[in-house]
């Protein structure tokens, strides 16, 4: 496994050609889940990504943008061009290194400024590939949607319980889970925190999680996300 955990000189020996880079989120997740569930997920994906492919995974970022989560203490966030340009400098910087493909793996949905920042590194810089995943994208695969029950997964919701009670059983507060399904659709988040529409912050059917389900879960989002990059990579030749 190439992680931080290694040395330098671990990984120029095995002078990987790929690079992992988990992105997460540091914001509420309803009574029951921790602030850190988005960068967790992140990083199980994208270690079991990174050590199928024997990837370099780079440890995941804990904080980007959220102002959707606004109105309780503990989520944090920056702004949208910070976060476009942290995402090219560290794209950029594995370029110089000799990486030639990037597999950038996104475990929060309010993140809408990594898309054109891989675009353009992308498009400056023909010898590397960047590829984006943002885990909602499984969502309607068959492997996803045969194990969620509940349809309306947005935030500490079914999907994202049952990940956390297989990762990290011992964060989530059974005792708390409360279902909520707001009565509008997810955009209207470019509009208002979440708490103007969900009292407590829960949007999908949490009750619904098990652990089983979040191993199930686990397995087809890495398996979905070497899929989905072989795929980009192969058509771009890389
Ligand atoms: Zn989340």
Redesign the pocket.
Known sequence: MLWYNSTAEDIRKADPDTAVLPVG?T?Q?GPHLPVG??FM?AEAVAKGVAERLGAYLLPAIPISTCREHMGKKGSVWMNPDTFYNMIKDILLSLKEQGFKKIIYIQ??GGIFTGTPAIREVNATNPDIKVVKIDLVQFFTSNELSSILECKDNL??CEY?TSLMLYLHEDLVRKELIEDYIPNIPRDFLNYNSIFKYSKNGVWGKPSLATKEKGEKLLNALIDKTIEYAKWVFETCNI
């Open positions: 989120s914001e997740h569930t988005d997920i475990a929060h935030h500490a994202e």
